[in-house]
């Protein structure tokens, strides 16, 4: 299995609710991230975890807030977003040698989560 | 400052044609390059990876070089075809976090 999979596809949430994406993958791969994808810009990397521990926040505000609860399993929980959070929310996930720049540090992509915040 | 630059936003090209991408960095020493694919509304999907010590990688129809000299990459993708259409990312890793260029947006006509 070769697949990152992510839900939802799409949410609409007003500036008010709480809401979560969830990410997982089953390549036993150690490395988890969180990227935002504004249109006609490459991905921005969030969050990067690395055996389920937090290892770079990319000064990301805190109304995302990532959570691993496992090493298959990645969750971005959000609260009082602002319209301009409006993105393609990508995660990814990779093998992740010790020493992080292993020959193995391929990203897989999943297909995103479509965030509108109105 | 660290910069990774993709020196066209577009590239139009006739089926059957090869299309070359550039790919250019400042500030970095890479061990490795990547190159990926993203459609509309898609994630990137991951196509090839060289080394700096590998002048030159081939997969099917593609093709990467890589100048540490020069501190560029080029993507070649020959007899192109209309289901080549789709923007095109070069990607450095930098520290434990992937470095992502603008992007080439590649239009194959028929």
């Known amino acids: 299995d070769t697949e990152v999979t992510q839900t939802p596809k799409h949410l609409v949430m007003g500036m008010t609710n709480k809401k979560s994406l969830k990410c997982e993958q089953h390549?036993?791969?150690?490395?988890m991230y969180w990227y935002k994808q504004k249109a006609k810009k490459p991905p921005e990397l969030m969050f990067v975890?690395?055996?389920?521990?937090?290892?770079i926040n990319e000064s990301v505000p805190s109304r995302f807030s990532p959570e691993c609860p496992n090493s298959s399993l990645l969750n971005l929980h959000l609260h009082a977003l602002q319209p301009e959070d409006s993105a393609l929310y990508l995660c990814?996930?990779?093998?992740?040698?010790?020493?992080?720049?292993?020959?193995?540090?391929?990203?897989?992509f999943g297909p995103g989560t479509r965030l509108t915040v109105l | 400052s660290q910069k990774i630059e993709q020196n066209s936003e577009a590239l139009n090209i006739q089926e059957g044609k090869t299309a070359t991408l550039t790919c250019n960095y400042t500030?970095?020493?890479?061990?490795?390059l990547q190159w990926y694919r993203q459609d509309p509304g898609r994630g990137p999907v991951f196509l090839l990876l060289?080394?700096?010590?590998?002048k030159e990688k081939r997969k099917e129809r593609l093709k990467v070089t890589f100048d540490t000299t020069l501190k560029q990459s080029l993507f070649h993708i020959t007899a192109s075809q209309p289901a080549d259409s789709a923007t095109y990312l070069c990607?450095?890793?930098?520290?434990?976090?992937?470095?992502f260029g603008k992007g080439t947006t590649l239009s194959v006509s028929s």
């Open positions: 990607a450095l890793k930098a520290g434990t976090a992937l470095i």
């Open positions: 500030n970095y020493s890479p061990a490795y």
């Open positions: 390549m036993g791969h150690r490395a």
């Open positions: 060289i080394r700096e010590n590998e």
């Open positions: 990814a996930s990779s093998q992740e040698g010790a020493s992080g720049a292993s020959s193995t540090d391929t990203q897989y």
């Open positions: 975890y690395s055996y389920e521990k937090l290892s």
